[in-house]
């Protein structure tokens, strides 16, 4: 009787580590969308990010990237995330602010000073804080990576001082923060989808639109606008979202890899836009479009409103501490 018990205890032994072991080794494949074209910074971080993870995970996390909003458009993606209709998104903090209100705090108007700062408040107590929120709405943040200053471009006149702006129709992303902005410039600011902003200045549906240089390339923008001015208006980050039921089903080990891997990539990526942008703005010269930069003194001043209107939503301290970050 005594071998009986434990032969058949060695057995349940036996049986439980093996389940153990395939648990843990299950295989997960992930689909990760994002906005911007095969060839745009977005695909480069993202492909590296996937395979550091399939790398550090032996092969048990497979995430396979969608660029040029292939997987569907942002706000669906974000949305879908959220609920769990989506894996993953690479975004803007624009489009996930219209769920995460808070997270428009970023993108208020010349809160940034440079790149450095953007790293210090966002891989910091900060952006842990914005994290919670999201988390709060079903998707888990795995880093807050780049996406850069904001530009404007037209092909209506050169954009020196806000009065150049006057009554000029510009797409901006779908953010509120962004439409005051642009009212406060005297513009009438669209929200159009990143999708379809070509296809709006192809027809003259807006007469212009802002964004960092790599989209301005990459999108080909210079085809149908013929002015961008430096005025750097904006900071955009780009947040990795991940459903956080599907996260949380994964084991501990895999969560931290996607997690630090994430973070790794953020600072990574804030790198890889710096170095790319002086050369993107050569080419975006030699595509024809006329650079001019601005005094942006006369443009923090039009749009200082704005943060005051907004130091009601967000709150002074919020605000406060990201201004005095060093």
Same mark, same amino acid.
């Given at each position: 009787?005594?071998?009986?018990?434990?032969?058949?205890?060695?057995?349940?032994?036996?049986?439980?580590?093996?389940?153990?072991?395939?648990?843990?080794?299950?295989?997960?494949?992930?689909?990760?969308?994002?906005?911007?074209?095969?060839?745009?910074?977005?695909?480069?971080?993202?492909?590296?990010?996937?395979?550091?993870?399939?790398?550090?995970?032996?092969?048990?996390?497979?995430?396979?990237?969608?660029?040029?909003?292939?997987?569907?458009?942002?706000?669906?993606?974000?949305?879908?995330?959220?609920?769990?209709?989506?894996?993953? @998104?690479? #975004?803007?903090? /624009?489009?996930?602010? =219209?769920?995460? !209100?808070?997270?428009?705090?970023?993108?208020?108007?010349? +809160?940034?000073?440079?790149?450095?700062?953007?790293?210090?408040?966002?891989?910091?107590?900060?952006?842990?804080?914005?994290?919670?929120?999201?988390?709060?709405?079903?998707?888990?943040?795995?880093?807050?990576?780049?996406?850069?200053?904001?530009?404007?471009?037209?092909?209506?006149?050169?954009?020196?001082?806000?009065?150049?702006?006057?009554?000029?129709?510009?797409?901006?992303?779908?953010?509120?923060?962004? @439409?005051? #902005?642009?009212? /406060?410039?005297?513009? =009438?600011?669209? !929200?159009?989808?990143?999708?379809?902003?070509?296809?709006? +200045?192809?027809?003259?549906?807006?007469?212009?639109?802002?964004?960092?240089?790599?989209?301005?390339?990459?999108?080909?923008?210079?085809?149908?606008?013929?002015?961008?001015?430096?005025?750097?208006?904006?900071?955009?980050?780009?947040?990795?979202?991940?459903?956080?039921?599907?996260?949380?089903?994964?084991?501990?080990?895999?969560?931290?890899?996607?997690?630090?891997?994430?973070?790794?990539?953020?600072?990574?990526?804030?790198?890889?836009?710096?170095?790319?942008?002086?050369?993107?703005?050569?080419?975006?010269?030699?595509?024809?479009?006329?650079?001019?930069?601005?005094?942006?003194?006369?443009?923090?001043?039009?749009?200082?409103?704005?943060?005051?209107?907004?130091?009601?939503?967000?709150?002074?301290?919020?605000?406060?501490?990201?201004?005095?970050?060093?």
């Amino acid at each position: 009787m005594y071998k009986k018990i434990s032969c058949m205890g060695g057995l349940l032994g036996l049986t439980f580590a093996l389940t153990l072991g395939t648990a843990h080794a299950q295989d997960y494949n992930l689909k990760l969308g994002h906005t911007g074209a095969p060839n745009h910074h977005f695909e480069t971080i993202s492909t590296q990010y996937a395979d550091l993870v399939s790398e550090r995970t032996n092969g048990h996390v497979k995430i396979t990237t969608y660029p040029s909003d292939s997987l569907g458009k942002q706000t669906e993606l974000v949305e879908g995330t959220m609920i769990g209709t989506n894996d993953m @998104v690479l #975004t803007s903090d /624009a489009v996930l602010s =219209n769920m995460v !209100p808070e997270v428009g705090v970023i993108n208020l108007p010349f +809160l940034f000073r440079d790149s450095e700062h953007v790293r210090h408040v966002l891989d910091g107590k900060i952006g842990e804080e914005l994290a919670e929120r999201v988390k709060a709405q079903g998707a888990v943040v795995i880093g807050w990576w780049e996406n850069g200053f904001r530009h404007v471009t037209n092909d209506k006149q050169p954009i020196t001082r806000p009065d150049d702006l006057k009554g000029m129709k510009i797409r901006v992303p779908e953010g509120p923060v962004f @439409v005051e #902005t642009f009212k /406060a410039l005297g513009a =009438n600011p669209t !929200p159009i989808p990143f999708s379809e902003l070509y296809s709006a +200045l192809q027809l003259g549906v807006v007469d212009g639109q802002e964004n960092p240089p790599a989209h301005i390339l990459t999108q080909k923008f210079y085809e149908v606008q013929d002015y961008v001015s430096r005025t750097g208006h904006i900071y955009l980050s780009s947040p990795v979202l991940i459903n956080r039921t599907l996260f949380e089903s994964m084991p501990a080990e895999y969560q931290q890899i996607l997690l630090d891997t994430g973070r790794e990539m953020a600072a990574k990526h804030t790198q890889l836009v710096l170095a790319q942008e002086d050369e993107q703005w050569r080419e975006i010269a030699a595509m024809g479009m006329e650079i001019d930069d601005v005094d942006k003194g006369p443009f923090v001043e039009a749009t200082r409103p704005v943060i005051d209107k907004y130091r009601q939503v967000f709150g002074d301290d919020l605000i406060d501490r990201i201004q005095s970050t060093p």
